[in-house]
């Protein structure tokens, strides 16, 4: 499994360069993505541990497998991720609104800055 995610980040489509170009180096929001990530017995396009999401990126090839697809996507929300699914022609064409979406994803996972302790931060004390 694990030469076979090399295999597929040396040989990315047109759309995962788009989007790698845009999530790489923690451009998202500052967290961190991998590309081709094993995980159980499948491999993601895009990975972020933190928070937990996962980029799928669909060709025509989809049209026929979607019975597939929506297994893999049950198995990985299963193990915690949340999985997004973009058709190829969506980034290549709308790159914008794509990353708008994801970017919305990850503030909706992200955890919340835990608040502040009793007396502190909310004014002076009389």
Known sequence: MKELARSLRR???DAEQVMWGRLRNRQMLGCKFR?????GSYIADFLCMEPKIIIE???SQHWEQQEYDEQRSRYLQSVGYRVLRFWNNE???ETEAVLEA???AV???SPHPSP???GE?????F
Request: overall charge negative.
């Open 35 to 39: 590309r081709q990530q094993v995980i």
């Open 121 to 125: 931060g909310v004014g002076p004390t």
């Open 107 to 109: 503030i909706d996972l």
């Open 57 to 59: 990126l669909d060709g």
């Open 102 to 104: 994801i970017r919305l």
């Open 91 to 93: 980034v290549l064409q």
């Open 11 to 13: 040989n990315q489509t």
């Open 116 to 118: 502040l302790p009793e």
